[in-house]
Each structure stands twice: as C-alpha cells, then as structure tokens.
C-alpha cells in the first residue's frame, strides 16, 4: 500500500523477542504519518510484546526501530513517551484511590510551590473527559468507583492529553459501548488530521473495519500480511489468524425445548445501579442482557449472587424441581449452595487466583467434595476432577498443575467456567464471557456455553458484543438505567432496536425517576 | 514438582541455619555442644507456636502485632490461677488458653466484621492486653515455683523438654493444617484473592475470624511454656515477641502480602533467629550489636520476598494494604 504510506512514520525491522519461547519473529511494520494501522492475531501472537516493545515496557533480543529516521529504543514508557509514543494499555492501569483528575495528570499537576493547583487540574480534567464524551463525570470522584467501561475511556482520555506522534491503543473497545466507540473513532480521526499515526490492536473485526486504514495479520509472532483495511474480508482475516480456514459460524437455530423458569429476578434493587429489574430465564435458555456501560448489568448480576447487599426485590430459585420462595442471598456462598454460579467481568481480580494452580483454580468451587472425610483433601481426586474439566473445555495446558497466570486470556476464563461445571450449576451468570479473548477461543466460549444449555441449564449472560449476544442468545433483555426496559427475541431483534432500547431510560432525567 | 520446590527451600533454610551453627561453633568454644542444643531446644517453644500462628495471619494477609501482650495478659492470668485462686495447674492452663482465644477472637471478629486493617485493630489490642496484665497482676510478678516447671525441664535421656515436643507438635499440624485440609486450601485462596475466593461461593470472614482466634489459642499456650520456663508470672512478659515472631515466619519466606507461606519454614526461621540470638551472646556480642545483626538479618530476609513476588507489586503493596483505610466495595 505504498500510496497510503509514503514515508514510513515509524519502521520496525526484524524484531525479534522471545521468551520461554519466540513471541515475535523478525516481525516487520510501518506506520505512516496519519495513518490507522490495524494489529490483529489470536491471543499470543505477539502483538501486545510488540505494542509494548514500542513504548518501552520490553526491550527486543534482535532488530530495529526507526522513528522519523531516528533510532527508536526507549528502555522505559517515559522514555517512549518523551519521544511521543504513548500507549493505552489493556489492562486497567488507574491508580484507585486517586482521584480521576489526578489519574489523568499524574506526571504532570499543575502546581505553585509545590502545592497542586486542584481547580486548575479539575477544570484541565473536565476537558479531557468532554474529549472523550464523558464530560458529565465527577472528575473528583476515586477512578475505584468507575466501572470497567469508564476507566478505560479514563485511559484514553490520558493518552490523549499526551502530546503524541504515535499512539498505541490495545484492544480499546472491549469494555466500551457503541457510542462510546464512535466517540473514541472521532478522536482518532482528529489526531490522524494532526499527522498522528495510531497501532490499533484488537480482537473486533467490526472496529478495524471502521477504523483502520492498513491491516497486519500476526501469527506465532511472525507477519502474515499487511493490506488495506478495506479489501480484506473478516473471513479470510481470520483465516489468516488462525492459519486454516474456520467452519462458519453456527448460529443457534431455532429454539430448543425450553423447561421451566430456573431463575425469576423480580424488582432487584441495589446499590445506585440497579433500580428494580424484573426477567427470567428458564431451563435450557441463553438469555443476553444487554444495555450501554453503567446501565447496571455487571451490579444486576453480582446482586442476583448475592456478591452485593439488595435493597428490594429478591429472586425465585427452581432447585430439583421445586421452585423456592422469593430471597435474597446474604453472600455468594448462599448462592452456590442453592446452584448458581458467577463467571465474573474481571478474571484477574474477581476470577482466578492467579498465582495458584489450573488444579486448585478448578476445583476451588468443590474443595468439600473431592475431599475425604474430615476435610483432608485428596489430592489424586482433584487431579482427576481438574482434568477432566479442562478436557471438556479444552484448556490447552503443559499440566493442571501449571499456574493460570501463564495461561492465555481465553484458557483462564474456561479454568474459571470448569470450577462450576465441576459443581453441576443449575443457573450460570457470565459478565463478559469473551472480553479479551481472540476469535478462536472466542467460538470454543461458544461452544461450551451452546453445550451447557443443552444440558438443559439456564444461562444469563452480559455483553457489550451485540453481535455476540445475537448469535448465541435465545432472547435479550436490554438493561437501560437499571432496569429492564425491553425485551427481544431472534424475530425482533435488530441492532437499531435494541440500542434504542439501551438509550431509552436516559432519554428523560431518569436519576431521580425513582 | 511442586513438591520439589517446597522441598529446595526446606534445604536452603537449614542450609542457612547449619551455616550460622557453624560459624557460632567456629567464633566460640562451647557452642557445639548439646548443653548449648538443649537450651536453644527449650528457649525456643514460646517464639515457636506463636510463630505458627502468625504464619496463618499473614497467610490470609493480616497481621498481628497484640501476641506479645496477650502472651504476657495470658501468662498473668496463669499466675494469678495458680498462686492468688490456687487453682490445680490443668484448670489455670485452660484459662490462660481461653484469655488467648478470647483476645485473638476479639482481634479477628473487630477487624474482619468491621473491615478494619488488622494492623490497627490488633494494635489496640496490643495496648489493651498489656493493660490488662498489669491490672491482672497489680503490676507484681508471682512465683509460682517448680509446680509450672515441668513443662520446660529436659525429658529424662531424651534431653528435650516436654515444651519443646508440643511446639514442634504444633508446627507439625499447622503444616498438616494449611497444605493437607480444606481449612488450609480455603486459607491460601482467601490470602491469594479474598474477592475471587469469595465469589468463587466460599465464605471467607470466618476462616479469617478463626485464623485470627487460633493465634489467640497459641500465643496462650505461648505464655504456658514462658511461665514454665521461668517458673514465674511477669506482666512484663512478651515485650516484642510480635516483632520476633513474624520476623521468623518472614525470614522462612512466608509472603506478607498473603497467599504463600510454609510452617515449616517458619520453624526454620525460628531456628535462625534463636540461634542468631544466642550465637551472639556466646560469641560476646553486646546486647546492641545484637539487634544490629538481628535487624539486617530481617530486612535482607524481607528483601529476598520482595524480590520474589515483585510481580506482585512487592514491599510497596504491603504498605497499601495496611494502610488502606478507605476501602472501595471490594
């Protein structure tokens, strides 16, 4: 594509790293000056160490970068950022207890002898966030308190303050809602007019349609292809990702043999988020909430578990073939007991114990029952038990006793489902079961969850996919200012309706319609 | 191959252990020799299960720094059982448990119930029991005489005291306790991630309030060993044994950001300390010097955790999680 890249911007030349083993092998790139080029490849493909070789967080074992002609080798991010490379990283980096002002001006508060000049920083703040369209947020408030979605387009906002000549984002959308990514694609178009060259690494086919001028395929570290954006298919992308040619897609079909309501939620009510949201789901349903970011899905799902305090409302149980009176679980605890299960939004830190074992990950949810009397445990039962799980979910693995943090995205959050598969759940709630995940282990999510339901279990799940929820739900429910505000089925759902749905309960002054 | 791993640090800490025996062996005369082993055998259990308690606190990421005093309160309650109520010695060792579990219980319940930091709570209840043993005693140390000293005298041809054998009972089944059960397994989880542990359907404020009543229950068995050694009560008993004790469980390589530790190696790092101790002294080191070369040994044991659990987010997360007070829904 030399007619969109004339002069190289940034050059990358053989850059090789590895490892236990190679991640990135004499792997070239370009950017040019204004342009959007696209990274894509499964998880452990390499093109976050690249991303972070760019901006100064690793170092490369072989080759080189060039920057506007000159050597580029910056041996930390205020290196990199010196020279106006500047990251937005995937994982959420925000410092909870500080403010988001403070977050956003960390290096760089304005003070006067040495004492922060805090309404000049708030008011420096305010306009960073009506940059990123959230300019109605409390920028004094701890970033701790913002949800997922909101602290990533804190991050954004950051980089952007940033005098930068290239600007890394790493898979920017996958906590972000459709206007909050239309949003993002504004800024991006504006600092393309100013000369600013952006790597965009990502998982979304639909972004880097949008979005991107040039696409690089990577594969096992080394480049596949680079083309414009616009004459590549998502097939033959991911084909490329992949290395072989994926089976198309299969939808769900028509709607299985449904049982009864294995789960009611009647006016839940709790914390500020939700604010009386009534559905069900019966035996044998996927059903999909979806609903814009802070509309209260995750705090619905962490409130049905029990996980937070629920100030009204309650949930109706069928546990072996009785359905139990309206209640309020006192802990996620109580939950489990009565056979509900979480796969939680954030797998780090709500998820796995990083650091332990696929064995003692798996098996956490069943460490009474693999154990022998007396609570010795039994630790040839539990091998078994983990193994069997992670064959069922295909968790690619040197050994159960491998810890989680060393898996990838995708196989971490299967360790996390195989803890309740081992329980024999009954109800499943999944908050983001694909954030983060590459296509493939994307479709085996899928899979697992298409089996589960098959299985005769109802499943709840959130996303901000809605492609996602369209392909694997029965039904969606759209969630808008805590409450559900529709309620669509395969023959009524289009992407228009449903995100008209999502806006609906912020249409009129819906914080104090109580 | 996990096992493997565990095993290569047993090794390295008795390593270093053997290494200070030698070096006191080669610096003094009379180090070598059983008299020397068998008094280090019998100053050691009261350091020794307190120590095993406090690998389970900083296990589940707490810390307790009231066992110094509640070893003193226990062992005033002890004296007072025996000389001012005459009470026969099983009946005053039950109380002197019971005043250690009630302490520790109330540390736990205050600082798990009501999400307080357990460095301030048992801070409190450093003051408190210290208090408490004095108010007990009327400031006075009672002499109890032989009738306690059982406990602490050399088994006949065995050359070790009874003492000696319930500690290293103790470190046994605290081992056994925190890798073979589920109690332990719940434990590492809770240490490693509470929120995950707890949205994983398990309920962690119990198992803390009871890690935290289990110190109790042996920094009491603690003050049994201290006042049988002495053969008297003093309410001054215990002063920095806190310090001590997690110096020993740090030093055996237990993580204080939770999640990672070892009972044995704390025995191991009680070893070191002890020996340290008395190594010095034998070799003529001024009591200052002594805390010199104690303290350096403590803050390069520190080093080398931080070191390895950097990824972690190391020392510096310590220092977070105690003085956290604003807590955000966890």
Same mark, same amino acid.
């Given at each position: ?217 990577? *594969?096992?570290?080394? $480049?596949?292809?680079?083309? @414009? /954006?616009?004459? +590549?298919?998502?097939?033959? =992308? !991911?084909? &490329? ?82 359905? *139990?009176?309206?209640? $309020?679980?006192?802990?996620? @605890? /109580?939950?489990? +007991?009565?056979?509900?299960? =979480? !796969?939680? &939004? ?169 | ?330």
């Amino acid at each position: 594509m030399e007619a969109v890249a004339p002069i190289p911007h940034l050059q990358a030349r053989r850059i090789g790293k590895a490892y236990a083993a190679p991640v990135l092998v004499d792997f070239d790139f370009d950017l040019a000056p204004g342009e959007v080029h696209a990274l894509v490849g499964s998880n452990g493909a390499g093109k976050s160490t690249f991303a972070h070789i760019l901006a100064g967080l690793v170092q490369p074992d072989s080759g080189t970068v060039l920057l506007d002609g000159r050597p580029h080798a910056p041996r930390t991010l205020a290196d990199a950022q010196a020279r106006g490379v500047v990251l937005v990283q995937q994982e959420l980096n925000l410092l909870p207890t500080l403010s988001v002002a403070e977050n956003l001006f960390l290096d760089c508060l304005p003070q006067r002898f040495g004492a922060v000049q805090f309404a000049a920083l708030h008011a420096q703040a305010r306009v960073a966030m009506q940059r990123v369209g959230l300019g109605w947020l409390d920028v004094t408030a701890p970033a701790g308190a913002l949800g997922v979605g909101q602290r990533q387009m804190v991050e954004i906002a950051r980089a952007l303050t940033r005098q930068c000549s290239v600007l890394i984002l790493d898979e920017p959308t996958a906590a972000l809602t459709e206007p909050e990514i239309a949003r993002l694609f504004e800024n991006i178009r504006q600092l393309q007019t100013g000369g600013v060259g952006v790597i965009y690494v990502s998982h979304r086919m639909d972004d880097i349609r949008r979005i991107a001028d040039r696409v690089t395929v990577v *594969r096992d570290g080394r $480049r596949v292809t680079t083309r @414009a /954006a616009g004459t +590549a298919t998502v097939d033959q =992308l !991911v084909g &490329e990702m992949v290395g072989h040619a994926l089976p198309p897609r299969a939808a769900r079909g028509s709607v299985g043999a449904l049982g009864a309501v294995a789960l009611e939620v009647s006016d839940l009510v709790a914390g500020d988020r939700v604010r009386g949201a009534s559905f069900s789901v019966q035996e044998g349903e996927i059903l999909g909430l979806a609903g814009l970011i802070g509309s209260g899905r995750t705090e619905t799902l962490r409130a049905i578990f029990g996980a937070d305090p629920v100030t009204g409302g309650g949930v109706r149980l069928r546990d072996s073939g009785q359905t *139990r009176p309206l209640q $309020r679980f006192p802990s996620p @605890a /109580a939950a489990v +007991a009565q056979g509900l299960g =979480l !796969v939680p &939004e954030d797998r780090t830190h709500d998820g796995l114990l990083l650091p332990l074992s696929i064995r003692v990950n798996a098996t956490l949810a069943t460490v009474p029952a693999q154990a022998g009397r007396l609570g010795w445990l039994e630790r040839s039962r539990e091998l078994v038990a983990a193994e069997q799980a992670c064959n069922r979910l295909a968790v690619r693995r040197d050994s159960v006793e491998q810890a989680v943090s060393a898996l990838s995205g995708g196989n971490q959050q299967k360790v996390v489902i195989a803890r309740w598969l081992a329980r024999d759940c009954s109800v499943l709630l999944f908050d983001e079961p694909t954030r983060g995940i590459d296509v493939s282990a994307k479709e085996t999510i899928y899979a697992i969850l298409r089996a589960l339901v098959a299985e005769g279990r109802a499943l709840v799940v959130v996303s901000s996919d809605l492609a996602e929820l369209m392909t694997l739900c029965d039904r969606i429910a759209v969630m808008s200012a805590g409450r559900i505000a529709a309620e669509f089925t395969p023959d009524a759902w289009s992407e228009e309706a449903i995100t008209r749905a999502a806006f609906s309960g912020y249409l009129y002054d819906s914080t104090d319609a109580r | 191959m996990h096992g493997n791993r565990i095993r290569s640090e047993y090794l390295a800490l008795f390593l270093v252990w053997a290494a200070l025996v030698l070096l006191f062996g080669m610096l003094s005369e009379n180090f070598f020799s059983l008299r020397m082993f068998g008094a280090l055998a019998n100053r050691i259990p009261p350091l020794t299960v307190v120590a095993v308690g406090m690998t389970f606190v900083l296990i589940i990421g707490g810390i307790d720094l009231s066992v110094g005093s509640v070893l003193g309160l226990s062992g005033a309650v002890l004296g007072v059982a025996l000389v001012d109520w005459q009470w026969p010695f099983p009946f005053a060792a039950l109380l002197a448990l019971g005043t250690g579990l009630f302490a520790g219980w109330t540390t736990g319940t205050v600082s798990v119930r009501l999400g307080m930091p357990s460095f301030i709570v048992s801070l409190g209840m450093l003051e408190i029991a210290r208090g408490l043993a004095f108010l007990t005693t009327d400031s006075q140390t009672k002499y109890i005489g032989p009738s306690v000293e059982g406990l602490a005298r050399p088994l006949s041809g065995l050359g070790l005291s009874p003492a000696f054998l319930i500690a290293l009972g103790s470190v046994v089944a605290g081992q056994f306790l925190l890798t073979r059960t589920v109690f332990g397994r719940y434990l590492i989880a809770i240490g490693t991630n509470e929120a995950a542990t707890r949205l994983a359907g398990i309920a962690t404020l119990r198992p803390k309030i009871i890690v935290f009543a289990l110190m109790g229950v042996l920094t009491g068995l603690g003050a049994i060993f201290h006042v049988s050694r002495l053969g008297s009560s003093d309410p001054n008993a215990g002063l920095g044994l806190e310090l001590s004790a997690i110096a020993a469980v740090v030093i055996g390589g237990t993580s204080l950001m939770g999640g990672r530790g070892s009972v044995v190696n704390t025995f191991f790092g009680v070893l070191i300390i002890a020996t340290l101790e008395s190594g010095l002294a034998q070799a003529g080191a001024s009591e200052p010097v002594k805390r010199v070369v104690t303290g350096v040994v403590i803050v390069a044991a520190v080093m080398i955790d931080a070191w390895r659990s950097r990824w972690r987010g190391g020392f510096l997360a310590l220092f977070r999680r105690h003085f956290r007070m604003g807590k955000f829904n966890p």
